[in-house]
């Protein structure tokens, strides 16, 4: 029973229905949101749907790729590669050491066949063996693999070529193995990070420095490579002629300096979308940016409570972002902000908007609030999110004090001695991709290999060729002798009757023959 489940596992019918199975298999990858790229989202869902979600969390569809169904296909499917291709490997090796096989007592069964008249020997003709022998070096130079047979009534030559139509199998198939190993190793060890960088800040490629971080199965810590990225400045260039997409932007460029190690000398390069710079071993993608306004709040003592860029998260095309600022160091009570920043401020119905993506007059619009912001029991928060459950407001347009709309360089007092927030300045940041796959290199050699070898394996004729010279008297033209051949294709060959003109050619023009008629 065990063989008999080997024999159809290792069946290559087997190893194609599990290669369509595994295409299929990942295709609610595409449809559900996956946990190890957006967590958040599949919370959301589950949310959304509290009937079907649960159930589909249980069959895994939030985690296709690392999932069992989907690594049995994986395994099952590795598993029948290797045991189709080391059998054909064997068999095709003592295949290339057997002789061509023996030459048919009649050519003018083969599919395409031919004679050509040879003057006798006494008549100044070469001899029988030395025809066979010049017909084979013919053969040899066209790329057949061949055996004399000299002697006897009618010496031949056997003659084969297109043992590498079953290479091309073989290197396919192995590069398949390869293909499905390498992007097991790049998923065990490798790793995708996302970071915000702001406008003089750095990025080092250590596991405290990522905002988030989906490390592989087998990824270890040590070895992340220690470089760095600091963005000197983010410049984006937004469309200014177009009536029909104006203020929408077209291109956008980082200046980063970067260092492949802490020792190495700082090297100054660009970074833009679809051109990552490439790292450490890693890639790093831009994918995201916005503005940073840069922010001071002072608490009801007079002290520092909070100082640099806040980042906003933009909503829309012209950059009105969402900013949210907490204070949990503000004395005697904690302080937070939740509003818009504008880039370019402007009034619509009453309500401010954003004019234009670029910052002609940034402005900030925010609710202040104060009481206890839950940072210090420990307990994760969204730093996007301001729970304002339990909070008391200070600002907003419900309250007299009215909400805190500061201008560059303008700063407020929030209402009953709580402090002050200054908006001191603006600043761009962008958002990085850190992807490291250890098997893309090995991914892309092993994907060209399956494609070359699916091309020699499909465009390589299996052909079998002999040669004899025989008395002409088994033939219909009398006396002497005749040089007979003939071809047989292994399979679908539409070229086999270019091949016998062309040997035909090739013997005519060694041996010029007589004035014999061709049988």
Avoid at 324 to 344: H, I, S
Avoid at 428 to 449: C, N, T
């Amino acid at each position: 029973m065990v063989r008999w489940a080997w024999t159809q596992l290792t069946s290559m019918k087997t190893a194609l229905f599990l290669l369509l199975l595994l295409a299929v298999a990942a295709v609610p990858g595409s449809l559900f949101p996956q946990r190890p790229v957006n967590p958040a989202l599949v919370s959301q869902y589950l949310d959304s749907n509290p009937t079907v979600g649960p159930w589909l969390d249980r069959f895994q569809l939030f985690d296709v790729y690392s999932s069992v169904w989907f690594s049995a296909i994986y395994l099952l499917l590795f598993a029948s590669l290797i045991g189709c291709v080391i059998p054909r490997a064997k068999k095709h090796w003592q295949a290339v050491r057997t002789p061509p096989p023996r030459t048919p007592a009649r050519l003018s069964r083969m599919p395409e066949h031919g004679t050509i008249a040879l003057a006798d020997e006494s008549d100044g003709g070469p001899t029988s063996d030395a025809v066979v022998s010049r017909s084979a070096a013919l053969l040899k130079k066209r790329g057949y693999r061949v055996q004399e047979r000299p002697g006897g009534g009618s010496p031949s030559v056997g003659a084969e070529r297109g043992y590498v139509r079953e290479v091309g199998n073989l290197v396919f198939h192995t590069s398949l193995i390869g293909l499905l190993a390498s992007v097991a190793i790049g998923g065990a060890f490798g790793y995708n990070g996302q970071r915000l960088v702001v406008e003089g800040e750095s990025f080092v490629n250590t596991l405290v420095s990522y905002d988030s971080f989906s490390p592989g199965t087998a990824f270890d810590e040590d070895g992340l490579t220690p470089f760095s990225v600091v963005l000197d400045k983010f410049e984006v260039e937004f469309d200014r002629e177009s009536t029909t997409h104006f203020g929408q932007p077209i291109d956008f460029t980082a200046s980063v300096t970067t260092k492949d190690s802490p020792g190495a000398e700082p090297v100054q390069q660009e970074l833009k979308v679809n051109h990552p710079l490439r790292i450490g071993g890693s890639d790093v993608y831009l994918v995201g940016n916005g503005y940073a306004p840069v922010v001071t709040v002072k608490d009801g003592n007079g002290d520092i409570a909070f100082q640099g860029p806040v980042v906003g998260v933009p909503q829309d095309a012209v950059y009105t972002s969402l900013v949210v600022l907490k204070a949990p160091d503000a004395r005697p009570d904690q302080l937070g902000f939740v509003g818009l920043f504008l880039p370019t401020a402007g009034v619509a119905n009453g309500i401010g908007i954003s004019m234009d993506p670029s910052p002609a007059e940034p402005q900030l619009q925010l609710n202040s609030y104060v009481g206890d912001l839950g940072l210090d029991e420990g307990e994760p928060q969204n730093v996007y999110v301001l729970d304002t459950e339990g909070l008391t407001e200070l600002n907003s347009r419900t309250l007299d004090a009215g909400g805190l709309v500061l201008n560059a360089g303008q700063t407020l007092e929030l209402p009953q001695g709580k402090g002050s927030i200054s908006f001191d300045g603006l600043k761009r940041y962008v958002a990085l991709d850190v992807h490291h796959d250890p098997g893309k290199v090995p991914v892309a050699i092993f994907a060209a290999l399956a494609l070359l070898g699916l091309g020699v394996s499909l465009f390589t004729p299996r052909r079998r060729v002999w040669v004899k010279v025989a008395p002409a008297t088994t033939g219909s033209t009398g006396g002497g002798r005749i040089i007979e051949y003939g071809l047989l294709a292994r399979g679908e060959d539409p070229r086999v009757s270019v091949e016998a003109r062309e040997l035909r050619t090739l013997l005519e023009r060694e041996w010029p023959g007589t004035d014999r008629p061709e049988v």
